[in-house]
């Protein structure tokens, strides 16, 4: 089992910064990526940023230059500094792990979601 809890969602005005936090627990010696998933009303939920544990970082155009994706393995963690926010920025914000077995497989794990509200 696997659980992911994120945090320090909320309401901030342009131009705004927010930090949002992850905090892993369970099988988390199996992770392999973790990153940062977006869905805004009545859209796809796409991707924001990712992190490998060898600290690969991966950012989606419309967040690179503001946004700062970082890991701490050792206490299971991811965080995603937000800066310069803009009101497209707001969405529920996912914490996903992505974890590997023995004989390459992978599966995905979801968070519950934390809400960030940018107002203009």
């Known amino acids: 089992q696997l659980q992911l809890v994120e945090s320090g969602g909320g309401l901030v005005q342009a131009g705004g910064s927010l930090r949002l936090s992850c905090a892993a627990s369970g099988s988390i010696f199996s992770i392999a990526v973790m990153g940062w998933y977006r869905q805004a009303a009545g859209k796809q939920r796409e991707l924001v940023a990712s992190v490998t544990r060898s600290g690969t970082r991966n950012y989606a155009d419309s967040v690179k230059g503001r946004f700062t994706i970082s890991r701490d393995n050792a206490k299971n963690t991811v965080s995603l500094q937000m800066n310069s926010l803009e009101p497209e920025d707001t969405a529920v914000y996912y914490c996903?792990?992505?974890?590997?077995?023995?004989?390459?497989?992978?599966?995905?794990?979801w968070g519950q979601g934390t809400q960030v509200t940018v107002s203009s």
């Open positions: 996903k792990a992505t974890t590997v077995g023995g004989f390459g497989e992978s599966n995905g794990y």
